[in-house]
């Protein structure tokens, strides 16, 4: 998804957070979804910026098919999300969300020691370590847990955005979260035999395209430009630019498919 902020007359219909979040009582949320194989675009709705990427993959998961392969980004991986993919026979790629927890095996009430996998990692100095879990303590979705250490500048980051955040609320950081912080956690249900643990990185990576296309929308069609303050006309010029959006697309993919066809060779949606 992409957001951005609206007039606050647009707040009855496109709520946002109002105060100093966004700076603005009116937010609009673009979600968008597509098929990376065909380019076929799967879903584009346009929503209130206050509904969370995590209630809105649990909601539209209506076009599941067996075997379809998901690369989505952390905020939509919800364990029920990854359960209703899991069982219609479909398949996900996605990293591990930090409040889902992972266990050894159908039964056990202790979720698995991620600190232990952290020591092995750096004392044998591994490139990676496959586990097999179950994903939730509830759900206890089967999942090919892929864990790697994160880079010094990396676990930094995420140390300050959640030390920023727990500020915020008078907490502190856990030593639980520092550990899982200084790995790169996947988590998967295709099976070995289809992709091997090296390559599931390679898959996940493909997810970034989403946000090339996004990158587009906003400086070269100006997704967030509109000069009318009244709701009917805004909607008009976002509807008359998603549709040039959607035509763009179906041209460039029946291109890249010439292209590919002829030298092997993807095209940059950017360029």
Known sequence: STKFALPDPFSEKYRGYGGNIRQSSSLISIQYEYDFISGQSMDLRL??????????SADFTHDILEKDLFLRDLGY??????????????????????????????????????????????????????????????????????????DEDTYQKRLKKT???AKSTGNNVSEKFKARARLNIMVTNVPSEVLKTNEIRKVYAMRWQIELIFK??????????????????????????????ILNLKIFNYIQKQVFGQNKVLCSIWK
Request: with cysteine; glycine share 4%.
């Open 47 to 56: 929503t209130s910026g206050l509904l969370n990427d995590q209630s809105d």
């Open 77 to 150: 991986s919800t364990l029920k999300f990854m359960a209703k993919i899991h069982s219609a026979g479909a398949y996900f790629i996605n990293r591990l969300s930090p409040n889902v927890n992972c266990y050894s095996d159908l039964v056990s009430n202790n979720p698995i020691d991620l600190n232990k996998y952290l020591h092995k990692l750096k004392k044998h100095r591994l490139d990676y370590i496959e586990v097999f879990v179950y994903l939730g303590k509830k759900d206890r979705v089967p999942a090919r847990l892929i864990l790697s250490l994160a």
């Open 163 to 165: 030390t920023k955040q």
């Open 216 to 245: 587009a929308w906003k400086s070269l069609v100006n997704i967030e430009e509109f000069n009318s303050k009244k709701i009917h006309r805004f909607e008009c010029q976002l509807y008359g630019k998603l549709i040039w959006i």
